[in-house]
């Protein structure tokens, strides 16, 4: 498995679904802002609408932190539109708004390095920054959905150390107390009770 963080993410131009529209996309046109791009193995699965409902739930909370949500697996556009158009009480995602990328063949999630034996994708998740770097991955096994609040919360970490150049401790969220970078905030926050 490729380790990306701290690298350039792949670029890739792809058709994509937002609500019933088809458009090209080309990840390097979101320079400036912050992505967040999940692979999902197929549409009209199981586990994976339950996935694009809750990132669904919390877009608002992601587009107030500059960020986009793009969802990624190796169907076509018209897979993506037909389960788009099929009521949630019927296992559709009825109601996605935000971008569905289609990987037909795969070299999306090849380059990704989440392929799998089968020519789907693990669950892999990237956050990358404004200036196009992969800053956080994580990869599940096909029957192990993602936990939308970890991805929230990972951009929250990363735009707290951006804005006040502190790092985030274990379990850290927004409004707690970060790390200087110093021996002696270490210590302090070591020995708040909050950290034990």
């Not at 009521?87 to 289609?102: A, V």
């Not at 380059?111 to 770097?133: C, H, K, Q, T």
């Not at 936990?147 to 969220?173: F, I, S």
């Amino acid at each position: 498995m490729a380790v990306l963080v701290g690298k350039e993410a792949p670029s890739f131009k792809a058709k994509c679904v937002v609500k019933t529209d088809i458009k090209e996309v080309d990840l390097k046109d979101y320079r400036g802002k912050y992505v967040i791009l999940f692979f999902y193995p197929l549409d009209f699965t199981f586990v994976c609408p339950t996935e694009l409902h809750a990132f669904q739930a919390r877009l608002q909370e992601f587009s107030e932190r500059d960020c986009v949500l793009l969802g990624c697996s190796v169907d076509s556009h018209f897979s993506h539109l037909a389960w788009l158009n099929t009521p949630k009480e019927k296992g559709g995602i009825q109601g996605i708004t935000y971008g569905l990328i289609s990987d037909l063949g795969g070299h999306i999630a090849k380059d990704y390095d989440v392929l799998n034996p089968e020519g789907i994708a693990y669950r892999g998740l990237f956050l990358i920054d404004r200036d196009g770097i992969v800053r956080h991955q994580v990869v599940n096994d096909l029957p192990l959905g993602r936990n939308v609040d970890e991805a929230l919360r990972m951009l929250e970490a990363l735009q707290h150390t951006e804005k006040y150049g502190e790092v985030c401790p274990a379990n850290w969220k927004q409004g707690l107390q970060a790390i200087e970078t110093t021996v002696e905030s270490v210590s302090d926050y070591l020995s708040k009770s909050h950290a034990k």
